[in-house]
């Protein structure tokens, strides 16, 4: 799925991942406030060539992803 058809919750997860960053260089906290202040249209052009899975996220693992196997 792209980006856009993420949950909330899934939503959530990218925007720490992003805030924080990879690594101490790759973070955006000078940026921003915190995780819940930088846009989803941030987030939707960061990881657009991105297709992700439930499984991709900690808080729907396991979940089912209407994906056949």
Do not use: R, W
Not at 3 to 19: D, R, W
């Amino acid at each position: 799925m792209k980006v856009t058809e993420l949950s909330q919750g899934q939503l959530s997860e990218l925007k720490m991942n992003y805030y924080y960053g990879e690594d101490e260089d790759d973070g955006h906290e000078a940026e921003y406030a915190c995780p819940d202040d930088v846009p989803n249209e941030v987030i939707f052009k960061h990881y657009a060539d991105i297709d992700f899975v439930n499984d991709d996220f900690g808080c729907s693992q396991g979940d089912d992803d209407g994906e056949e196997d």
